[in-house]
């Protein structure tokens, strides 16, 4: 069974950073893409940026320029730097997993853009 942790989303001032980590446990395969979306309220969830285990990133949508997506494959663990936040970022970010015929979800975590 493989398990996804998000974390470090939280209240940011326009025009601030922030970096979210997901961990993945459990059976990881060699081969995986891991992604960030993210879901506003009333909104889709739309994809964010991704990133294949060969540390390929794609990027997608109206952060396309403001963010960064990495991973450490020794630790399961990708990474979403979001600089030059706005108010419009305000969302639940999750973290995907897919390798093989298996997509996995984290739990999400909130990212609030305010002043």
């Known amino acids: 069974q493989v398990q996804l942790v998000e974390s470090g989303g939280g209240l940011v001032q326009p025009g601030g950073s922030l970096r979210l980590s997901c961990a993945a446990s459990?059976?990881?395969?060699?081969?995986?893409?891991m992604a960030w979306y993210r879901q506003a309220p009333g909104k889709e969830r739309e994809l964010v940026a991704r990133?294949?285990?060969?540390?390929?990133?794609n990027y997608a949508g109206s952060m396309k320029g403001r963010v960064t997506i990495s991973r450490d494959n020794a630790k399961n663990t990708v990474y979403l730097r979001m600089n030059s936040l706005k108010s419009e970022d305000t969302a639940v970010y999750y973290c995907?997993?897919?390798?093989?015929?298996?997509?996995?979800w984290g739990q999400g975590t909130l990212v609030t853009v305010s002043s």
């Open positions: 459990g059976r990881i395969f060699s081969i995986n893409t």
């Open positions: 995907l997993l897919v390798q093989e015929n298996l997509e996995v």
């Open positions: 990133i294949t285990n060969a540390g390929i990133p």
